[in-house]
């Protein structure tokens, strides 16, 4: 089987090496053969590091010029990239320095600082740059096979897991991508989530393998990405549901602009309200669904049909697999993935690897139903599930009731222990103005069944989320407990 390719920054560089492979919103630009250039000549001063092929390099970085060609050089040396997240601990980045047998730690001065790593060998972008070039042999051609970069699963339900992508991971998470979404010459996508998950990390992917301008947003603002999509032409931008809403808000009653052609939604479901704002303005928006493990989105719902599969996350991407396993009455059970974009197993966690994928499937832990159409439905996380009196609860399920309500800004359902029930359902609500606890609670008793209902209404003036804007329900269960 053919495995090898030349290396797709390379290779874009040659095919269309006047062609802008990044743009800013201050107007600058670099073209995919600076990029190229300027990505060798990092290599050339991260190789007096002693980084050659397999070994681990972390980076701690916001969304920087400096982490792209970072990202870049560092596949020229063939080394392996371990992403870590700006918002943890220096405890919790220790364990992930530790676990992965990072060599080298690259990142901001002003984060290294911050943090104070007890890291050996770090060092800041500044401190590479000022390096001379070394004579070496940079990479000309990329193996599908090889590992290319590692992250930690977020650690929301668990104890975080090293997920190593391979080349090839990354290669048909694109292709399936493309093969659903389509690609035109004017295509710009946007890039503000962050870079040190696998939703943010895709899209730069996607630039080197289709040859296609992104739009780089570093620190993310409301406003500055309603001008990106009226102002600046991007076409196609990948959003969570927290961006839209604030979109939603900031351009009011203008018209949608008619060449966005895509909003690619992910990071958890959306709030059928929200859907139904964005219906109504006409935005191209695709749910999806995926995670760290399946390389960015691995199901995907076009815009054609959400209308008609209102709370689907669509049909699985070719060439991906999905089926439900051990569905209960209802025909909800455990999500099961398979492709060549999902990932080949968590770093030396074998007994864990053997858990989780049997017979060449990946058991997500998610739970979720298919329709009598193949469009798969995403219920919740199997961690999530509260179970009260025997009676199963889904979180996603009440907190879509909540969100309906007049004044609910959002939502999020967890289970408080109980020593009658086992557990029952607790509500932490972000609310735009007054509600009274019995009158919300009241409402959703009216909309779905009465055991489903919160038992109490906590109201906060924001949920806490992780840096890919998911929900962190376990801070909210610590809360509690």
Known sequence: MYTKMPHWLTKQAYLHPEKPALEWPDGRKLTFLELK???????????????????????????????????????????????????????????????????????????????????????????????SEKEVRLAEVIDLTA??????????????????????????????????????????????????????????????????????????????????????KVTVASLVTLMLQQLLDEIGEEPFPEHVRCLLLGGGGIPEPVLERAVQKQMPVFLSYGMTETSSQIVTLSAAYIRKKIGSAGKPLFPASVKIDNPDEAGIGEILVKGPMVFHGYDEMPDVNEQV??????????????????????????????????????????????????????????????????????????AKDAIAEDALIEFVRRKIASYKAPREIIFVDRLPRNASNKIMRRRLKEQLD
Not at 44 to 69: C, E, H, P, Q, W
Not at 178 to 207: E, Q
Not at 358 to 369: A, E, I, P, V
Not at 388 to 402: A, D, K, M, R, T
Request: hydrophobic content about 45%; some cysteine.
């Open 357 to 430: 994928f049997k017979d060449g499937w990946f058991h997500t832990g998610d739970l979720g139903y298919l329709d009598e159409d193949g469009f798969l439905y995403v219920v919740d996380r199997r961690s999530d599930l509260i179970i009260s009196g025997g009676e199963n609860i889904y979180p996603s399920e009440v907190e879509q009731v909540l969100m309906a309500y007049p004044g609910v800004k959002e939502a999020a359902v967890v289970g408080k222990r109980d020593a009658c029930w086992g557990e029952v359902p607790v509500a932490f609500v972000v």
């Open 37 to 131: 250039e300027a990505s060798e000549r990092l290599a050339k001063k991260l190789a007096n590091l002693s980084i050659g092929k397999g070994t681990r390099v972390a980076i701690l970085s916001r969304n920087s010029f400096d982490m792209i060609a970072a990202i870049h050089a560092l596949s020229y040396l063939e080394a392996v990239i371990v992403f870590l997240n700006v918002r943890l601990t220096e405890r919790e980045l220790m364990y992930q320095l530790e676990k992965s047998k990072a060599k080298i730690l690259l990142g901001e001065r002003s984060l290294l600082e911050e943090k104070r790593l007890a890291f050996p060998k770090q060092y800041t972008f500044e401190d590479i740059h000022s390096l």
């Open 147 to 232: 590992p290319f970069t590692m992250m930690y699963t977020s650690g929301t339900t668990g104890f975080p897991k090293g997920v190593i992508h391979t080349y090839g991971n990354h290669w048909f998470s694109a292709i399936g991508s493309v093969l659903n979404l389509g690609l035109d010459d004017d295509d710009k996508w946007l890039l503000t989530l962050p870079m040190f998950h696998v939703g943010g990390l895709s899209i730069l992917i996607r630039s080197v393998t289709y040859g296609m301008t992104v739009f780089f947003m570093e620190k993310y603002d409301v406003k500055t990405l309603k001008e990106a999509l009226y102002e600046k």
